[in-house]
DNA sequence: CCCAGTAATAAGTATATACTTAATCATTCC
DNA sequence: GGAATGATTAAGTATATACTTATTACTGGG
């Protein structure tokens, strides 16, 4: 039950530097005085300070000793999460719908993506994520047959593609971007809002050592995400 | 110049976890057979290992061993720079302008955050930040002067407020959330698009000890975000 | 047969110790 | 004066060892 002795101390200079006791570019005593100071073996301070420099709030530099770290610096977590966790997260009801399914030629920048040939086909898939009556997702995907064959064999009328493959395409690399876009009459009756409404588009590119997996335009009618840095350490 | 013992023992680990050698759920050795195998000590691998988890690649209980984790579990890094920091990386030329600087009193939604009295007036900056010859982003920022006061005394006419509150505040939490919005006719001029245009608004509220400094309002006529999950581990 | 108690186990924490490496400072020599 | 040289320092890595704690699995008693 008792915290651990490396957070004890990590939570302390923590303390320090947010209440400004410690501003920035001040130097923090090294680690060997603070072992002192906390009465622990060096080791335990190195493991604080390694997580306080993980985590953006210090800098650290042989030799030249620990600084507090300028702000500038740091990261935000921003966790996405899946579609169906995210809506039940917000005490809506999920339910998934399908749009679309064809085996279809992609347009140039998919084809691009995925390296296929002219006039090879790809899966396209078109579906809606509900939160309640309202759409809070509208999907459009194309996944790479030539990477994932199984997929075809797939209906993803019941559940999304994007629960699928995550099961079945071991870890890789996501890419995101994040762009605004106004509603164009297909966006508009697909999400049930007006032409012109302002859209949060979420682009994802899966790529694996199989090659490029799957590209996915996902877009949402309001506002998406709530981030938050500097979570507090437990 | 050679590759720490612990991280060889972490990227061996995670290419076999990557290449689907080990599926999701799939159970690992646990760290002392693996330290053997490794021919080295066991902290070593449990140090690997538990870099592993807190990337979001593995699970670990206690007695149960590890996992490899879903995929479902794991977050992105996103790293919300300073703007000058984020057109410099686009190799543009950047440039601050000061549109509007008053003490008022501000809109309720931010009364209520700062916990004004009625009547109370806080600092209002309104300002662009341009990328070469196009705006990059309308940034209309509120700041509590009751938490900063020495805030009052700044022009802010040759450099933003946040460049100036990052060094003068100490550590805080800060929380952001990302929507899109239509341009009303304030944004458009002040970003130089159509009214109706779809814009990236990233809201941006930083709290410290002193309560809360500032709010600010920052938008950005195209794709601001560019995200990647899974970076290279070294 | 089921539940409680307990033993076994694997992760996690803490320490001492020793060595490596990068960076800085001071000195020396050209 | 300035560049090479070497000493010093502090972070970073690696290992052995020991203890703690959560959790599972087993086992004996009701």
Redesign the interface.
């Known amino acids: 039950m008792t915290k651990p002795l490396y957070k004890a101390v990590k939570t302390t200079l923590l303390d320090r530097?947010?209440?400004?006791d410690l501003?920035?570019g001040d130097p923090l005593p090294n680690d060997a005085d603070l072992a002192e100071e906390f009465g622990c073996a060096r080791l335990t301070v190195y493991r604080a300070m390694r997580e306080l420099a993980d985590e953006g709030?210090v800098e650290r530099r042989r030799r030249a000793g620990t600084r507090v770290a300028?702000?500038?610096s740091r990261?935000?977590?921003?966790?996405?999460?899946?579609v169906d966790?995210e809506i039940f997260a917000r005490n809506a009801v999920y339910r998934y719908e399908r749009l679309l399914r064809e085996k279809a030629v992609p347009p140039a920048a998919v084809v691009t993506a995925f390296a296929l040939k002219a006039g090879q086909k790809a899966l396209h898939i078109r579906c809606r994520h509900w939160a309640d009556d309202r759409v809070f997702q509208l999907e459009d995907r194309w996944i790479n047959l030539e990477a994932v064959p199984e997929a075809a064999e797939r209906p993803f009328l019941h559940y999304g593609p994007n629960h699928w493959l995550?099961?079945h395409v071991?870890?890789?690399?996501?890419?995101?971007?994040?762009?605004?876009?106004?509603a164009d009459a297909a966006d508009a009756e697909g999400l049930k809002v007006a032409v012109?409404?302002?859209?949060?588009?979420l682009g994802r590119t899966t790529v694996?050592?199989a090659g490029c997996i799957t590209v996915a335009d996902l877009k949402?009618p309001?506002?998406?995400?709530?981030?938050?840095?500097?979570p507090q350490p437990a």
Chains 1, 2 share one sequence.
């Open positions: 530097i947010r209440s400004g501003a920035f709030y300028t702000r500038a990261g935000v977590q921003l966790s996405i999460a899946r966790e995550l099961e071991p870890f890789s690399e996501v890419h995101h971007d994040i762009s605004a876009v106004c012109g409404h302002a859209l949060l588009r694996s050592k949402h309001g506002e998406l995400f709530s981030l938050c840095s500097d």
